[in-house]
């Protein structure tokens, strides 16, 4: 697994990796790292895209939805008590220790991703979100040292409780229909498991319609719940529950083909 997570681009454009062949390594794959996770490009037609690790295989033109916190890790159990010897989780600290309960913690799993934290003993004023620079690995039960980007504004006690947000960016997966999860990019390839890729996010593109496409030029659709990762009309009674990804093009979508549209999830 990568180590090397970008936390942050340079510009709001991002910084266009270099290239001898235009936009041609935005189409590759490859099973080494070339890229920051998370990298952010721009193109001179509003197409968005950022550099990815993928767990599973996807398809061409469908939507990977965003790593998931292995349930051993959600709602982990802080265990610093303000004291160094424990972490040194006192205000101002930039370290703050945890348990890998549940199950094991690989070297910076969740590097550029965040903690959600709360003591529940002062209300909001005891709540923060972390941002992770980078952590140790842990086996299950062991303490994880999670180092900081931004420091602590209250000092952890035995009470707190957190919950991980994985960087979207890392881990993805092929979205799995009505049971996927959040949808982060369209893929531009046909990607291999744990392969490096490059999701588009927003812009102009083509998608891959479900069994019951959009009806209607312009409209709004989610990704569906067919197919994984193809898309279904938001006019379809209970699909407005599912997440918006974008809008139709000129163009009404046919079941199985892939048709003009216009995506909306991260610009």
């Not at 001898?20 to 490009?41: W, Y």
């Not at 469908?62 to 265990?79: E, I, K, M, S």
């Not at 960087?167 to 392969?195: E, Q």
Request: with cysteine; glycine share 14%.
């Amino acid at each position: 697994m990568a180590k090397n997570i970008s936390p942050l681009q340079a510009g709001i454009d991002g910084v266009a990796p270099p290239s001898g062949d235009g936009i041609d390594f935005l189409f590759e794959t490859s099973t080494t790292q070339k890229f920051p996770i998370g990298q952010r490009v721009c193109l001179s037609n509003g197409a968005v895209f950022h550099y990815a690790y993928a767990l599973t295989a996807i398809g061409r033109q469908l939507f990977a939805a965003a790593g998931t916190v292995p349930a051993g890790h959600q709602g982990t159990l802080t265990l610093c008590s303000g004291t160094a010897s424990l972490g040194g989780s006192k205000v101002g600290s930039k370290t703050l220790r945890i348990i890998a309960s549940g199950t094991a913690m690989t070297e910076n799993q969740y590097q550029g991703g965040q903690f959600c934290i709360t003591t529940n003993v002062l209300g909001l004023a005891s709540t923060q979100v972390c941002w992770i620079k980078s952590h140790n690995a842990a086996a299950t039960g062991a303490a994880c040292d999670l180092q900081l980007h931004n420091p602590l504004l209250f000092t952890v006690d035995s009470n707190a409780r957190g919950n991980l947000i994985m960087n979207p960016f890392m881990n993805v997966k092929a979205h799995a229909g009505a049971a996927g999860n959040w949808p982060v990019g369209l893929t531009t390839t046909i990607v291999a498991a744990t392969s490096y890729c490059w999701l588009q996010t927003w812009g102009p593109t083509g998608v891959v319609h479900s069994a019951m496409p959009q009806a209607n030029v312009g409209g709004m659709f989610v990704c569906g719940t067919a197919t994984g990762g193809a898309v279904s009309s938001v006019a379809i009674a209970g699909i407005n529950l599912y997440p918006l990804v974008g809008y139709n093009g000129n163009v009404v979508g046919v079941s199985g083909c892939v048709t003009p549209a216009f995506i909306t999830i991260m610009p």
